[in-house]
């Protein structure tokens, strides 16, 4: 049995990293794919997780591979195809740790995942489910994301969803609204942060975005917002759960740590999450930032995931 199983991007964030001798900008390749950083999180944690994607025959590929490898996720799911490249995305940092994205990927093999090659069987031995939106970007990752949604909601998995809105990879905001909210009636736990909250709900105010997804049937709704913490619903109502104040250094897979940690915490609990109380969330969201606090202050996605010992320490 696995805790989590995620389908989704699996792909190599060259992050700034300052200047050459010969003042050219320099880039350091991360490990990275919001799916991906997710379950490394979950890993460090102590949990049981297997990934469901696809990557190119080239030597970030392999790479990416060997590096879940490494941290015990399960990668009998994961695909090699030889006629795609890994998909790559350059990551520039401001000052402040904030990113911009450039992607390669025209396409990237994460795109090319078919229907067909989902190893169902390992969707049917997990607990959880997660899927982001950027296999929803094209055909036919689309149709595969949808495939392996339907057999999780069979299997009876906790379905969990982070949109992860990168808007350079769509057509357009109109497209990616439209996609975006199409697996949104699959879903029990749903994480969005400020820029998503439109395009998922047509509601720019947090606390409105969440009821609105609560009223299409999710049962836990997250609103991320940077250093203020976390805004959580559920039907018993609306909380704000502050945030660890830290430094950041680099918020690649800030919330994908969170997301982690609040998965983590969750599956610990062993609450029903058609009955979970928002006391609940509020415990689980507040290990999700205690994450997240300490994957700020390193740099990368997958590299930065804290271990269980750490997150402790942070809540003791």
């Excluded at 190599?12 to 991906?36: H, M, V, Y």
């Amino acid at each position: 049995m696995f805790s989590v199983t995620a389908l989704g991007e699996l792909l190599i964030d060259f992050t700034d990293a300052g200047i050459s001798p010969a003042g050219q900008k320099l880039f350091e390749r991360n490990p990275g794919g919001a799916p991906a950083n997710v379950l490394v999180a979950l890993e460090r944690l102590g949990k049981s997780t297997a990934f469901i994607g696809k990557v190119g025959a080239d030597m970030h590929g392999d790479f990416l591979r060997a590096t879940l490898v490494t941290t015990d996720v399960n990668c009998d799911g994961l695909i090699t195809d030889p006629n795609y490249f890994t998909t790559l995305a350059f990551v520039a940092l401001s000052e402040e740790g904030e990113r911009t994205f450039s992607f390669a990927r025209k396409p990237g093999a994460d795109t090319r995942l078919a229907p067909e090659e989902i190893r169902t069987d390992i969707i049917e031995k997990s607990r959880v489910f997660h899927v982001g939106s950027l296999s929803l970007t094209d055909e036919p990752a689309r149709s595969a994301t949808i495939a392996a949604l339907k057999a999780a909601k069979n299997a009876g998995c906790i379905l969990s969803y982070d949109p992860n809105y990168r808007a350079s990879l769509w057509d357009n905001p109109e497209v990616a609204s439209v996609q975006m909210q199409s697996i949104v009636e699959y879903m029990d736990l749903v994480k969005i942060n400020e820029e998503e909250t439109t395009l998922l709900t047509g509601h720019d105010d947090p606390a409105q975005a969440a009821e609105a997804l609560l009223a299409k049937g999710v049962k836990v709704a997250c609103v991320t917002l940077g250093g203020e913490g976390v805004l959580v619903a559920t039907k018993e109502g609306v909380a704000m759960v502050p945030a660890f104040t830290v430094e950041a250094v680099d918020t690649t897979g800030a919330g994908d740590s969170f997301w982690g940690g609040f998965l983590c915490a969750l599956l610990d609990s062993g609450a029903d999450v058609a009955d979970i109380s928002l006391e609940d969330v509020k415990t689980c969201a507040r290990f999700g930032n205690a994450v997240a606090s300490l994957c700020v202050r390193r740099r990368g996605g997958i590299p930065a995931m804290p271990t269980l010992d750490e997150v402790e320490s942070v809540l003791s």
